[in-house]
């Protein structure tokens, strides 16, 4: 058995690979009243859009059901969910706002 005195031993510096953590897409879903201004405002509140890009991403929720707010890891977009789903119920809207692993 080798020591680590022993000059024949050649040691190899293994590097440790990490995966990067899955990201989860957050996104809100469209419904018949939640007003356009209030999802405008919650991307802008809580996704830090400007006004332009916030009204863009509203749009497509209104047309197509469904919008992508951003991508985040998982217990980023946990907290989003959580805090759009709470001020949209504070302020009595039925807006959703979901996860999925991307």
Do not use: I, W
């Not at 058995?1 to 995966?19: H, I, N």
Request: with cysteine.
């Amino acid at each position: 058995m080798a020591t680590s005195r022993d000059p024949s031993t050649v040691l190899e510096k293994k590097e440790a690979r990490l995966k990067p953590p899955p990201m989860y897409e957050v996104a809100l879903l469209n419904d018949d009243y939640t007003p356009m201004e209030f999802v405008v405002g919650v991307l802008q509140k809580f996704f830090g859009m400007g006004r332009e890009k916030a009204t863009q991403v509203m749009l497509k929720v209104h047309r197509d059901g469904r919008g992508v707010c951003g991508l985040y890891p998982k217990d980023v977009a946990a907290t989003k969910v959580e805090q759009v789903s709470g001020y949209s119920r504070q302020h009595q809207h039925p807006l959703q706002c979901v996860m999925e692993e991307a």
